[in-house]
């Protein structure tokens, strides 16, 4: 069995709030009888991108096993790079913050979807390469390909403008390769769906929940600040399809 505990968008700011979701979860997670064989963070690490947030990401996401961390929309390269230089493995000193991460059984490929300065995601011709070369690269085991921006539209009026543009090419890429699951977070919402015939598992926002437009909460505005902050565990065993828990963490 391999367990990946799969946390997004923690957005750390230095506010007690969003600390205290953060921790409700990490917490949860390192309770567990069983350790997680990876902690994987899909991005918005950092509310505004700086470098005193990273030292807080770095701290409040130490844990005894393996913890992978890759960019959202509201992170900056350069300070993330050296605030989490302890999590994060990537060539080059800019952007993209590309990343092969190889734990125990599984490889996870990190992209970074983010374009500086804007919401959307998009990946650049060159980044399509070097994920094309990098899936030749044969891998006999667990399969991830993790990245911050949904590639499809997952029927939020106001996130969905703010998705991986030109996906067609990612699906491209990454039709009929052997990947377990594709992971991503950015739309605050626990979600699950396919993309280019693979599984898309998106996790929870721990720092808030954007409703659906036709949930209770709509009327309050875009993000819900009070829904318990959540993560997305996700078991592998050996000859069966992936398995993924959706698990609510209420914080104090
Ligand atoms: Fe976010
Ligand atoms: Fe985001």
């Not at 009929?176 to 991503?184: F, N, Q, S």
């Not at 929870?204 to 036709?214: E, H, V």
Request: no cysteine; aromatic share 6%.
């Amino acid at each position: 069995m391999y367990v990946i505990a799969h946390l997004s968008d923690p957005h750390l700011d230095g506010s007690p709030a969003a600390r205290d979701r953060l921790r409700a979860v990490t917490q949860y997670v390192r309770g567990f009888s069983r350790p997680v064989d990876v902690v994987l963070v899909t991005g918005d690490l950092a509310d505004h991108g700086l470098e005193s947030e990273y030292e807080e990401v770095a701290a409040e996401l130490a844990f005894d096993v393996p913890v992978l961390m890759l960019p959202g929309n509201h992170d900056i390269s350069a300070p993330l790079r050296a605030g989490l230089s302890s999590y994060v493995d990537s060539p080059g000193d800019g952007h993209p913050v590309h990343q092969v991460r190889d734990v125990g059984e599984a490889r996870f490929i990190l992209l970074d979807t983010s374009v500086p300065g804007e919401d959307h995601g998009l990946l650049s011709p060159a980044s399509l390469s070097w994920l094309a070369e990098t899936l030749d690269d044969p891998w006999d085991g667990l399969h991830f390909v993790a990245f911050h921006h949904p590639p499809i539209p997952l029927q939020h009026p106001v996130l969905d403008q703010w998705i991986l543009r030109d996906s067609d090419a990612f699906a491209d890429v990454l039709r009929g390769r052997p990947i377990t699951a594709l992971l991503t977070g950015h739309v605050h919402n626990g979600a699950s769906t396919t993309f280019a015939g693979h599984p898309l598992l998106v996790a929870p926002g721990i720092r808030s929940t954007a409703p659906l437009p036709f949930e209770p909460p709509a009327a309050k505005g875009l993000v819900d600040l009070q829904a318990a902050p959540g993560l997305a565990i996700h078991v592998a065993v050996p000859s069966q399809p992936l398995i993924t828990v959706y698990r609510p963490v209420p914080s104090t």
